[in-house]
């Protein structure tokens, strides 16, 4: 049996000093040495074999935390692992507490094709795996051709396309052999919630910016806009998705989906839930009222939705621990769930075919709050996200 830890990390803005990242916005040499240091205490706390980070500005940064890291984790287990010499040094709880190093794990960055000029910066991903990657890292973000998503009016007629060239934020898709198995990997950051808002040809900036102005409608039509791209990426994913299944590859999600698991795009990202029986509802070819689904194609059914649906860590964890709420970030002082880890069917406990399954999963969320909170001076600093893991184990084969 293989054990290994898998998490999802939003860091919030990880860049060097005195770069400006968005407008107005940069860390000072002791902003970035405070944000280093408490990231690097992040990244030992969780200890992951494999973290999918989200909001990197630059690699050279996270290798430097990354680096960090191991020196306080290489010091914490000077001081509490025993040496052999002692004669309790074989207990399993000093193996739970050491710190493993990223001395040989390998690092994928997926730098963001919209990054600007200073002010008009982009983040991008990064993958670390302590497994290294079977084969190259694929980055998606460019779409050629542009995906074109045909609309129709209620009343069938044509609605035009919404059209979508590149996605906000990269996708990163590895590869990563554990064990005797191979998983593919997918790391994401959805469109955010802000709003998104057009300028008019000559003006400075779009007239919904002006707050002193409230324009509700407009700033609503800018959510619209938002919730489409956001939509879209989910289902460009979700393709990407579909073919690792369809040739035969468990799948992990990782990321921060910019909305709950209930909502709209992690459904698109995850696929839909079956229903209970289809035998009662009408055929798509129905001529009579009795022209239903037989028995028969009931399980037809249900087994080729099952085949290619996720599942979230978080759901299956609740269900586990009876728990009745996990939350992973703040946005204007509102607790939500908005990151996640969802898995293929291969790893489902109601599968008897299951190749592993979750032990547990992990929140570290003690930290968050965000810029609404009188009591957040280091928000800019730490995140207004918490960091998930997903305790998984692989059956041996055979």
């Known amino acids: 049996m293989t054990r290994f830890t898998i998490a999802s990390f939003n860091v919030k803005n990880l860049i060097g000093a005195d770069q400006e990242y968005y407008k107005f916005m940069h860390y000072t040499p002791e902003e970035y040495a405070w944000k280093e240091d408490w990231m690097a205490d992040q990244v030992v706390k969780l200890n992951a074999d494999i973290v999918g980070f989200q909001e990197i500005f ?3 940064a996270l290798k430097a935390v990354i680096a ?14 025993p040496d052999r010499n002692k004669r309790y040094a074989k207990k399993a709880i000093f193996r739970k507490l050491a710190y493993s190093p990223y001395t040989d794990a390998a690092v994928a960055f997926a730098p ?5 000029e200073p002010g008009q910066r982009r983040p991008g991903l990064a993958i670390l795996s302590r497994f290294g990657f079977r084969g ?11 995906m074109k998503i045909p609309m129709q009016d209620l009343g069938g007629g044509d609605g035009g396309y919404y059209t979508v060239s590149r996605l906000s934020r990269p996708i990163q898709k590895v590869r990563i052999p554990i064990g005797n198995r191979v ?4 790391n994401c950051h959805l469109k955010s919630k802000l709003g998104e808002f057009v300028t008019p040809k000559g003006a400075e900036f779009p007239p919904e910016a002006d707050l002193t102005r409230y324009d509700a409608a407009g700033r609503a039509l800018g959510s619209l806009r938002a919730g ?8 460009v994913l979700r393709r990407l998705i579909i073919d690792e299944l369809e040739d035969g590859h468990p799948v992990m999600v990782l990321g921060d989906f910019n909305d709950n698991e209930n909502a709209v795009s992690s459904e698109i990202i995850s696929g839909e839930i079956p229903f209970k029986n289809y035998t009662w509802m009408l055929r798509h070819d129905a001529k009579s009222p009795n022209d239903r689904y037989t028995e028969e194609e009931d399980k037809q059914i249900r087994g080729e939705i099952e085949r290619v649906r996720l599942h979230s ?12 709420v996990v939350y992973t970030s703040a946005f204007g002082g509102v607790y939500e769930s908005i990151d996640q880890i969802l898995m293929s069917r291969h790893f489902h406990p109601d599968n008897n075919n299951r190749m592993g399954e979750m032990e547990y999963f992990s929140v570290y969320n003690d930290h968050i709050t965000d810029g609404s909170h009188d009591e957040a001076p280091y928000n800019k600093l730490a995140s207004d996200h918490g960091q998930i893991m997903a305790h998984m184990q692989l059956f041996d084969v055979g």
């Not at 190259?136 to 542009?146: G, M, R, S």
């Not at 860590?313 to 009745?324: C, I, P, Q, T, Y």
Request: glycine residues 4%.
């Open 58 to 60: 630059e690699e050279d």
């Open 68 to 81: 960090e890291s191991d020196r306080r984790g290489i010091a914490t287990n000077e001081v509490t692992i």
């Open 112 to 116: 963001n094709v919209n990054d600007g």
């Open 136 to 146: 190259k890292p694929v980055v998606i973000q460019q779409l050629k051709p542009a």
């Open 183 to 186: 998983i593919t990997v997918f």
């Open 228 to 235: 489409l791209r956001r939509m879209a990426e989910a289902w």
């Open 313 to 324: 860590a978080e759901k299956l964890f609740v269900r586990k621990s009876m728990r009745d």
